[in-house]
């Protein structure tokens, strides 16, 4: 046997050792419900971002900004939030999402805390509030909360007129919510955007039994959009007899986002919006879904 047939046999052994532990070697445990790096991680994070760039590459070039809830949408999840803050402590979170299906239903979600550490909440909080799905023409609307289309990409407009929970003394009162929503930047899609580092990191973390793995990313349907702004209006509180009993004016930071889903919601979902003076802002999210995509971050 010559030199050549050996580092032929060699090669065609070392082939199969490899793709055996790539493709069908057993999983490293996981660490709860999130996967461990495997040994081999640094091989199919390279494959990964190969195939990340040419899953991007499919993008249309022109992308189509949905305002309003997407009446074809006949299964999976429709929402938008706004998350903003201050550096003196006032922040307000509020989101409505629809949860699409033959008699659709509506998440909505309200927090705002002020200055002096008061909060005002949604009196089943931190659960979300779960009611029918309202229509509307111009924007958004359920649970007493609204959200108006102004100008597409600039201007929304913010109304609540219902019952929150104080804090302080844990009494649930009238309040009165007029906020006014103003773009900063243009619009950030999502996946689009999303960092192709972050992407492969997310694709290499996940199993791959078979030459299936690359079609991950082409079922992943969860798609949006953000945009970084300033909010500012009025809150006010009414006391049991119908009288004002407090009123404040609110100027804060953040973002505003869209995003929808035909599949189901994610397994666990952390989202962390930071607003600084100089108005840097920054949405760092993490991700975790049953089926695919254990492990998913991306940050704006």
Request: hydrophobic share 40%; glycine share 8%.
């Amino acid at each position: 046997m010559d030199l050549y047939d050996i580092l032929l046999q060699a090669g065609l052994i070392t082939s199969a050792l490899v793709l055996y532990l790539i493709y069908f070697r057993r999983p490293t445990n996981k660490t709860g419900p999130y996967r461990e790096k495997e040994w081999n991680y640094i091989i199919k994070y390279i494959f990964a971002r190969i195939a990340v760039r040419r899953w991007k590459s499919q993008f249309p070039s022109k992308f189509v900004v949905s305002e309003k809830s997407k009446e074809g949408l006949t299964e999976g999840w429709d929402g938008i939030s706004i998350r903003a803050s201050a550096t003196d402590g006032t922040s307000v979170l509020l989101s409505i999402r629809k949860i699409c299906g033959r008699k659709p239903m509506a998440e909505v979600n309200l927090y705002v805390k002020l200055a002096d550490g008061t909060s005002y909440k949604l009196p089943n909080y931190p659960d979300t509030l779960m009611v029918p799905w309202e229509s509307i023409d111009d924007g958004w609307c359920a649970g007493g909360l609204k959200i108006q289309i102004l100008e597409p990409e600039e201007r929304l407009r913010i109304l609540y007129n219902g019952l929150l929970t104080n804090s302080v003394d844990n009494i649930t009162q009238h309040v009165r919510l007029n906020l006014i929503w103003c773009s900063a930047t243009s619009v950030v899609r999502h996946p689009a955007d999303w960092s192709e580092q972050l992407a492969a990191h997310a694709l290499a973390l996940d199993t791959w039994r078979d030459g299936s793995w690359t079609q991950i990313l082409s079922k992943f349907g969860h798609n949006g959009w953000l945009q970084f702004g300033a909010v500012q209006g009025t809150l006010q509180t009414f006391e049991e007899e119908g009288a004002l009993q407090r009123k404040e004016r609110l100027r804060l930071r953040g973002v505003r986002e869209r995003g929808w889903s035909r599949d189901v919601c994610p397994r666990r979902a952390l989202t962390l919006t930071a607003a600084a003076k100089d108005g840097t802002a920054i949405v760092l999210r993490g991700l975790s879904y049953k089926n695919m995509f254990n492990e998913l971050v991306y940050l704006y």
